[in-house]
């Protein structure tokens, strides 16, 4: 995985935040779930103060239940530390996977940059 910073305008604020981006690739599955959520809330963790963190989903085109909890547990986290959270450009099969377990409601989903 690798971070970039972007900048961007929210215009609820006076001054541009920066967004965490955090590159995602490969399958969010049972095999890797425990390296990727080691790596996300590491991530997480590192971002500036009240950061949106994106999650950059371009590179990933499956997850299971095991990657739907890493991605739930990120989320945690970062509501806990202040930031949001933003799944940057999933997969058709994690929208489906999120509608299907009621999920979607607690995401938000956009484009990554």
């Known amino acids: 995985m690798r971070t970039t910073y972007q900048e961007h305008t929210d215009h609820r604020a006076e001054a541009p935040s920066q967004a965490h981006v955090v590159h995602v690739a490969g399958d969010l599955d049972m095999h890797r779930a425990d390296e990727v959520r080691t790596t996300l809330l590491a991530e997480i963790a590192q971002a500036p103060p009240r950061a949106e963190v994106v999650l950059d989903l ?9 990657g739907l909890n890493v991605l739930l547990d990120a989320r945690r986290q970062a509501m806990e530390l202040g930031h949001t959270l933003r ?22 989903v956009g484009p990554v940059a």
């Open 58 to 66: 371009r590179h990933s085109s499956f997850c299971d239940s095991s």
């Open 87 to 108: 799944l940057g450009a999933p997969c058709h099969q994690l929208l489906r996977l999120m509608e299907t377990t009621e999920t979607a409601r607690m995401f938000t």
